[in-house]
């Protein structure tokens, strides 16, 4: 029993010695130690023997058992370092690379426009509103001295929501909406400027789109009167455009003013003189003009002891003149390449 237990010690030692994996030193644990194993009936074999014997046959069993397991164990532990740093040398990053920065975004140029249009206003003192983007056909139309049958409406007929119940709701066709729903909510004086998104039945080309943007302004006080308008421009197209450029009205009709203006910019590029970008010298911006005394009416202002003036600016049309850009499509097309020309730019 002594000899065997000594070649089941030096079998064992070489089993685990032997094993490549995990799994083969499981395989010969079983096969060195397990019951069925020589060792494992060697120490049930004890039993057999007697007393004398069994001491000293029995202290040799655990001598050789711990012996195994003392080989076993140290095994088992160096296949746990090659598998921990297996695991490390996999997770190793080369901390000596270049970093990715990550792609910053940028404000959409009409946002840009918006806000810096809104701030000359602020500077100004004027107060921003906004409203609602689906308005009804009184705020829309007929506040603003169009009537249903009105001609006017031809050129801006626009999306009418389904929405049951409602037969009288548009998606807004021009910011002047707000210059209503302000004056009802509060009396004079007023001065406020009213961004937001506007929709025309409109086929989009280099200067159009169906949905764009305006930035609407309303003055109403006792004793306004043109030259308000014309300074409050004037200031207004400076501050956008350079402090060199002038403007120049023309007489236009627009429903809900009297008189009527358009308001043209001298051109950025030749002053005036006339080039590729304005033609004959000047760029034309907004309308403009004397609040119709019907539309103070219409808000329960008294029109013998108010006047006012509004006008109404193209975001889009402003974004293309100060930044050259060729066609108002590229504003909505979301080309990375186009947008990110305007990262850092405020
Ligand atoms: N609402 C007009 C337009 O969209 C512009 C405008 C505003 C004209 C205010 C006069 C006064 O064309």
Redesign the pocket.
Known sequence: MLEQLESELARGRAAFEAATTLEELEAAQVSVLGRKSPFGQLQRGLGSLDEAQRRTVGARVNAVRAALTDTLEARRAAFRDAADSALLEADRIDLSLPGRRPRGGSLHPLTLVEREVIEVFVRLGFRVVQGPEIEDDWHNFQALNIPPDHPARTMKDTIYPAIPGRTDLVLRT?T?AAQIRTMQSQPPPVHIVSPGRVYRRETSDATHLPVFH?V?CLVVDEGITFAHLKGTLEIVAKALFGQSRRIRLGPAY?P??EP?AEVGVSCFKCDGAGCRVCGNGWIEL????MVHPQVLENCGYDSERYTGF???MGVERVALLKYAIPDMRMLVENDARFLSQFEGVA
């Open positions: 021009e002047s305006q609407e627009f809900f003013v009527g907004l309308g403009s003009g509004a006008f109404g």
